[in-house]
């Protein structure tokens, strides 16, 4: 079982910077990929980012948001930066297991989810 918190959302003008905070439970962390989703609404769930041992990122956001992980406080972070209004939406943690593919960009695949928190971009 892993429970995941997330943090960190808010308001900012487009161009801005966000630090999103994703908070895991478990003592298993490190063998879990962490991923970021984002979510608007009528729109399916959309892969940003995941990160093990390598990360891997959407094109739509390739050079501006960066993932990274602390082990030692089980947390997964998203860096965004130079954010545009298009990037409004609800990200979600997610943990998931995949073996030697090592992630997924599908969120059926991941096994466990956060609440969620709200990034808003104003233009």
């Known amino acids: 079982q892993v429970q995941l918190v997330e943090s960190g959302g808010g308001l900012v003008q487009a161009g801005g910077s966000l630090r999103l905070s994703c908070a895991a439970s478990?003592?298993?962390?490190?063998?879990?990929?962490m991923g970021w989703f984002r979510q608007t609404p009528g729109k399916e769930r959309e892969f940003v980012a995941a990160?093990?041992?390598?990360?891997a990122y959407a094109d739509s956001v390739k050079g501006r948001f960066t993932i990274f992980r602390d082990n030692a406080k089980n947390t997964v972070y998203l860096q965004m930066n130079s954010l545009k209004p298009e990037g409004t939406a609800v990200y979600y943690c997610?943990?998931?297991?995949?073996?030697?593919?090592?992630?997924?960009?599908?969120?059926?695949?991941?096994?466990?989810w956060g609440q969620g928190t709200q990034v808003t971009v104003s233009s």
């Open positions: 478990g003592r298993t962390y490190t063998t879990w990929t």
């Open positions: 990160a093990k041992s390598s990360t």
């Open positions: 997610a943990a998931g297991l995949f073996g030697s593919r090592w992630y997924a960009s599908s969120p059926r695949e991941y096994a466990y």
